[in-house]
Every structure is written in C-alpha cells, then in structure tokens.
Nanobody, 119 residues
Framework: VQYVESWGRLVQPGGSLSLSCAASGFTITNYAMTWYRQAPGKEREIVAVMSRAGDNVVYRDTVKGRFIMSRDSANATVYLQMNSLKPEDTGVYYC?????????????WGQGTQVTVSS
C-alpha cells in the first residue's frame, strides 16, 4: 500500500489549489477514501470522506462549499479541489483508505503535501 500526495504549495488567501493522491497496492473503489490534514501543533483531522461507491462525500463543516473531493478510479487517484482558501486551511494534507480497524494497512500513511495559505 502506498499513497503519494502532490501539488501542495504556498497560496494567497482566497486562492485555489487542486491536490492529488495516487494510491497503489489496493483498489480504491473497494474502500471509502479520506482526506486528512494536520496543522502545525494540532491533531490530524478529517477533511472529507468519499464513500466506497464514490457517490457521496462528507465534508467537515469548515470546508463545506469550498472543497470538492473526487476520484479517478481508472488511475487510482483521488483529488481535493480547494477554493476560497483561508489561512486556517494551512497544513499537511494526506489521503488514506478507510481500512478495517484490525487491518494493519491502516497504519500506513503517505508523506503528505504541504499547503500554506498566507499573504
């Protein structure tokens, strides 16, 4: 199992970014997929969760209406389109499959991609 998150960068408030996460070693349509983020000095938090079927996404309240999660099943890639970015969106963004609690693959994380929202 491997995740490679990409395309984070420094962006001004109000700007947009589109992150990608290339997953390998499993079939992404067999699992719900989650975007997380971790701000400096804070706990990692869930940003968005896509259902296994890909037909439903739940967003944390603070990103609703600004972020859009999608996936390309053929290329085993999930995306996070982030609009109207705010300084509080700053953090390292990760994606991960929702493994069963007893599955050790749930301990695997990618390197993440840094998003910094600042003027």
């Amino acid at each position: 199992v491997q995740y490679v998150e990409s395309w984070g960068r420094l962006v001004q408030p109000g700007g947009s970014l589109s992150l990608s996460c290339a997953a390998s070693g499993f079939t992404i349509t067999n699992y719900a997929m989650t975007w997380y983020r971790q701000a400096p000095g804070k706990e990692r938090e869930i940003v968005a969760v896509m259902s296994r079927a890909g037909d439903n996404v739940v967003y944390r309240d603070t990103v609703k209406g600004r972020f859009i999660m999608s996936r390309d099943s053929a290329n085993a890639t999930v995306y996070l389109q982030m609009n109207s970015l705010k300084p509080e969106d700053t953090g390292v963004y990760y994606c991960k499959a929702a493994w069963p609690k007893t599955d050790e693959r749930g301990n695997i994380w990618g390197q993440g991609t840094q998003v910094t929202v600042s003027s």
